[in-house]
């Protein structure tokens, strides 16, 4: 099992950028793969960004964040990372990091994922 506490949300411009930070706990983190999702007020939880397990070569991005954000991770630190550029007001919403042992290459249901942190809120304002 394994521990999930996200950072790094805040407050920012529309056009500007943040850099989400997903820290967890275990010894087993490199056979995770790795997800983050997104809940704007009244909206169904969504799936943002997705990376596979190990070296975390194959990733997985929902269209409307294509060519703005990027999902990474550190295996030595155990840590998962989104940076986020050119954001948007659409992409206001909390930003929860997932965690599963099974690699879904695919824009995944959150029942999908097993492990998930508290959440993290992110606001872009005009």
């Known amino acids: 099992q394994v521990q999930l506490v996200e950072s790094g949300g805040g407050l920012v411009q529309a056009g500007g950028s943040l850099r989400l930070t997903c820290a967890a706990s275990?010894?087993?983190?490199?056979?995770?793969?790795m997800a983050w999702f997104r809940q704007a007020p009244g909206k169904e939880r969504e799936f943002v960004a997705a990376?596979?397990?190990?070296?975390?070569?194959?990733?997985v991005y929902t269209d409307s964040v294509k060519g703005r954000f990027t999902i990474s991770r550190d295996n030595a630190k155990n840590t998962v990372f989104l940076q986020m550029e050119g954001l948007k007001t659409e992409d206001t919403a909390v930003y929860y990091c997932a965690a599963d042992m099974t690699w879904r290459p695919y824009r995944a249901a959150p029942t999908e994922y097993s492990y998930w942190g508290q959440g993290t809120q992110v606001t872009v304002s005009t």
């Open positions: 990376i596979s397990w190990y070296s975390g070569e194959s990733t």
């Open positions: 275990g010894r087993t983190f490199n056979r995770y793969a």
